[in-house]
């Protein structure tokens, strides 16, 4: 495959195809679909299907471009990845070699994060009904805790003191976001507007807490230190005028804060919800397409707005951190399926395939639209149309009415911009196993998620002796 050095990172090779979906994605010269240097064809004649195929390199093109572009407006800015969207070890590993710090929710998240050697001075701890025990792993190891409940704070100080420790914290606040009142994005939060999604999911504390756990902290609890507020808008919109006016919202905060308290916040966290689209179109019913703002666009956007902000409230310019998941990791993945049946009716063909509903939850949760490509015959002509299904017990739809070539049983088909909330929340339905997972690197490729068995699926399970005398049991 031929390759190029990139117009921005020159230690990453570039390879050249007819066609391109991102940076290291494409159709190559004979007419198959490539990641990198590996032709999908071969990758799933060696390691089966269904398989989540990640490019290591574009995950670190991504990294790169999502940093460099808030990092020109704003230096001063800390790149934490959602590990919730892909938490895979060797996801993890790249991500921490780029510099990349860490957004961890639950215990297991913050522990992967540990185990792969992030520095725990990246990490931020967040969640809305934290444990004691993942309090306790963020305290020994120096982590910042973002607070989401008002006994939150009682139960941090609790374990610092115990085991004698200074630790940092933020404070997750509710923004009231008066000024997206009449916005309406993505409904992924329930119904109404985009302020009112956000108002009614479960997540932050009121200004009022805020100050009284910012008080609280100064009078009461010397081995904690309030360094941030945090908020995250999630996917509801790809809109930069929408995520300025939370970040102006944040400043805002911020100012009415030290007025109440003397506090001065040293990092504004914005969170994640940053969009990327595709001429194919991706996201949320197939919203983010070419005209979805850049990263660049996010970021001659955002970093201004709290810059304006700051002035206005003669405010000293804070840190910024940004906790982006699917816009780094979503299209680093493909996930390949062999076509099995055919069913073409007068009305309607269905295009069945080993991949599920299982493997790319989000479709069916968040009917989030994946550009479907024919792996073997990339380059021919769509001229059928079909629904693409899996073959859960289940509508198990993956992909309405797509044009594509006349497809036989054995053909490959993959779905693209799978990075992210796809093998992190894979499922069994139908007792399926979960697929494995490769990593390619030009053209090396290595095995990153072995593929689930049939006894790791029936391990957990445990049948009470009673049952078994029934069954199995002699006189029973």
Request: a negative charge; glycine letters at 8%; one cysteine or more.
């Amino acid at each position: 495959m031929d390759v190029h050095v990139g117009p921005r990172f020159a230690d990453l090779r570039y390879p050249i195809f007819q066609r391109h979906y991102t940076e290291f994605c494409g159709v190559g010269t004979n007419g198959h679909l490539w990641v990198d240097g590996c032709d999908v064809v071969d990758l799933a004649a060696r390691f089966g299907t269904p398989l989540y195929v990640i490019s290591e390199n574009q995950l670190r093109h991504n990294y790169r471009r999502f940093r460099d572009a808030f990092r020109a407006h704003h230096p001063q800015t800390e790149i934490l990845f959602a590990n919730k969207c892909n938490n895979g070890l060797a996801v993890r590993h790249v991500m921490n070699q780029e510099g990349a710090g860490g957004d961890c929710f639950g215990v297991q998240e913050l522990y992967l994060s540990l185990l792969s050697g992030c520095d725990p001075d990246k990490l931020v701890l967040n969640g809305s009904n934290k444990s004691a025990a993942e309090v306790e792993l963020a305290v020994a190891n120096g982590v910042m805790i973002n607070l989401d409940a008002l006994d939150e704070l009682d139960l941090v100080n609790a374990i610092a003191e115990r085991l004698d420790r200074r630790v940092d914290v933020g404070i997750r606040v509710k923004l009231t976001l008066d000024t997206l009142e009449a916005r309406y994005g993505a409904a992924l939060h329930g119904s109404g507007s985009i302020a009112e999604q956000a108002r009614a999911h479960k997540w932050g504390m009121t200004p009022e807490e805020t100050i009284a756990m910012v008080r609280r902290i100064d009078a009461e609890m010397p081995r904690l230190r309030f360094r941030e507020l945090s908020y995250h808008l999630g996917r509801l919109s790809n809109d930069v005028g929408d995520f300025a006016a939370v970040a102006r919202e944040m400043v805002r905060w911020a100012a009415r804060l030290r007025e109440a308290t003397g506090a001065i916040t040293e990092y504004i966290d914005l969170g994640g919800g940053w969009a990327f689209g595709r001429p194919e179109k991706t996201g949320p019913n197939g919203q983010d397409d070419e005209t979805t703002p850049s990263f660049e666009q996010y970021a001659s956007a955002v970093c201004p707005a709290i810059a304006e902000e700051c002035k206005l409230a003669n405010f000293p310019l804070p840190k910024l951190k940004i906790e982006p998941g699917r816009a780094l990791a979503a299209c680093s993945t493909i996930t390949v399926g062999r076509v099995g049946a055919v069913k073409r009716h007068p009305a309607k063909t269905w295009v069945n395939v080993d991949c599920s509903q299982n493997h790319i939850l989000r479709i069916f949760t968040s009917h989030w639209y994946h550009h479907i490509v024919a792996v073997n015959r990339a380059a021919e002509p769509c001229t059928d149309k079909a629904d693409v299904v899996g073959s859960l017990c289940s509508l198990d739809d993956l992909g309405f009415d797509r044009m594509l070539p006349p497809l036989e049983r054995g053909d490959l088909l993959a779905l693209l911009d799978t990075g992210s909330y796809a093998e992190a929340t894979a499922a069994n339905f139908n007792a399926e196993l979960r697929p494995a997972t490769v990593m390619v690197s030009g053209d090396s490729v290595d095995i990153t998620t072995e593929r689930e068995r049939m006894s790791d699926v029936i391990g957990r399970f445990r049948v009470p002796a009673r049952l078994l005398a029934k069954s199995f049991g002699r006189g029973a």
